[in-house]
């Protein structure tokens, strides 16, 4: 644990008895924490005239080598560390007869913990801020990955929120090298870390199978505590928790929204890809998480919310279109009257957007939304949109050609149902296009088309070669079948 700035700890440890190291010029203002290995303690600094944290190992542990060496590495781990969102050491004295410690900054605020658990009166305010802190947190451990340090027990109360908008990663206790790793061979299966946010690899003992995405797990993990108000893991003991965490037996963090609370699909999404059992289908680098946490925030924070209740119209068919909504929580439905009836088009869940080929063209809402249970939505205007559009050209083709579909769609009655569907494999096509294509030598965008079809062809039940004649109708897009791209033209 590293130093905290909250009133000292009474007890029998709450003064510090060990030697001061020779040169040492401090004094006592007691305890701020302790650990199993370790006793964290305010002092002044006389020299320097200034209050540290002074993080001392226990007295029993001195003469032991492995414990020695785990708070030794702590230190200089953290002091090589030179980044922002890392609190600084200062100092350090080892010797097995004498006192073995360092000291450190002293931290003033709240631990990531506190906060969520202080923010459940303003869920969604504090998920927002929450989520800026976890910002900043990859910031730190993708430095700390540069310098090839793994640190192993990523949780909230590891993270620090101080008074003045401050973050900091701490106790880097049980951080790692990865040039220091161990072979498979001379892995002696200890298993690291905290269980409830253990990585499998980490719960089964394999050390050497430690690296980068194991902290991916983790930061995984605190953005699921976030959704779901719970860690991945929750068990009786430790060891059960455990066994949880070997086999990745986390429960979908949708199964825990509270009343009230906000639940967008899109981070449910990233937890569960950060968190998946195998190493290789998480996010591979930290920079690819802190991007999709970024662009959620970027294209949902600053969005006025509204709330609707179960069975009440959100948008009106015939009426004139002024906004769209995106679903942040709950399920909504959409209707068409077709000859005097109820013709149902689509069900929305969380990360859905509707309503914006009304704004985006002008014309009358074609269909009536209705909230199927208690529902929050993002109400994006025409400025936002239009603001949106202007960003880029490519995501402007794209809203276009999705809202000339949509378009399109209302005025075939005779093939509502198909053409719905139809719509909706064009907007699937155009969103891989153009949120996950490569950039070609001549300026296009493209990606493989081959497996994009098949995944479209499973989504919609539709014929191939129907959602291949519909994608080739789109502006500027061409299907090169030979060399299995499909192409957006700048």
Not at 50 to 74: C, G, H, I, T
Not at 240 to 259: G, H, N, Q
Not at 321 to 343: F, S, T, W
Request: glycine share 8%.
């Amino acid at each position: 644990m590293f130093g905290i700035g909250k009133k000292p700890v009474a007890g029998d440890e709450a003064s510090l008895t060990q030697p001061i190291p020779a040169g040492w010029q401090i004094v006592d203002l007691g305890l701020l924490g302790k650990g199993g290995m370790s006793r964290v303690y305010r002092v002044r600094d006389e020299t320097l005239g200034r209050e540290v944290a002074f993080k001392v190992l226990r007295p029993e542990l001195a003469s032991e080598s492995q414990a020695l060496d785990r708070f030794v590495e702590e230190a200089r781990i953290t002091a090589q560390l030179d980044h922002p969102n890392i609190p600084p050491v200062y100092a350090l004295a080892a010797d097995k007869k004498k006192t073995t410690c360092f000291t450190m900054k002293v931290l003033s605020g709240q631990t990531l913990q506190q906060l969520l658990v202080d923010g459940q009166v303003a869920p969604n305010e504090t998920l927002f801020r929450a989520l800026e802190v976890l910002v900043r947190v990859c910031d730190a451990m993708a430095y700390a990955h540069s310098k090839g340090i793994i640190h192993c027990d990523l949780k909230p109360t590891n993270v620090m929120v101080g008074d003045f908008g401050q973050i900091y990663v701490v106790d880097w206790g049980l951080a790692m090298r990865k040039a220091d790793l161990p072979s498979e061979k001379d892995d002696h299966g200890a298993a690291i870390g905290t269980p409830a946010y253990m990585a499998p690899e980490q719960a089964r003992g394999k050390n050497h199978a430690l690296d980068e995405r194991t902290d991916i797990f983790q930061l995984g993990g605190i953005l699921y505590r976030m959704l779901a108000g719970r860690p991945p893991y929750v068990a009786n003991t430790a060891e059960a928790t455990v066994k949880l965490a070997e086999k990745a037996e986390w429960t979908s963090p949708t199964l825990f929204a509270r009343a009230g609370q906000l639940m967008p699909g899109r981070l449910v999404t990233m937890a569960k890809r950060a968190l998946e059992p195998n190493p290789a289908d998480r996010y591979q680098t930290v920079a690819d998480f802190k991007s999709d946490l970024e662009d959620f925030i970027k294209g949902t924070a600053r969005l006025p919310e509204k709330r609707y209740q179960a069975g009440e119209v959100i948008i009106q068919e015939g009426d004139v279109g002024d906004c769209a909504y995106v679903i942040l929580d709950g399920h909504c439905q959409a209707n068409r009257m077709v000859a005097g009836k109820k013709q149902l088009l689509r069900l929305m869940g969380p990360g859905e957007m509707f309503g914006e080929a009304a704004v985006l063209t002008g014309t009358p809402r074609t269909a009536t939304v209705t909230a199927l249970i208690d529902t929050t939505l993002a109400v994006v205007d025409a400025t936002y949109l239009t603001e949106e559009m202007e960003r880029t050209s490519l995501i402007a083709l794209a809203i276009r050609a999705v809202a000339s579909s949509f378009l399109d769609l209302h005025a075939q009655t005779a093939t509502l149902i198909k053409e719905q569907t139809l719509a909706r494999a064009v907007e699937l096509v155009l969103t891989e296009l153009v949120f996950h294509s490569r950039v070609e030598a001549d300026g296009s965008h493209s990606v493989p088309w081959k497996a994009l079809l098949d995944k479209v062809t499973q989504k919609t039940g539709l014929a191939a070669d129907l959602i291949t004649q519909r994608v080739a109708r789109q502006p500027g897009v061409k299907i090169d079948v030979a060399g299995d791209r499909l192409r957006l033209a700048q």
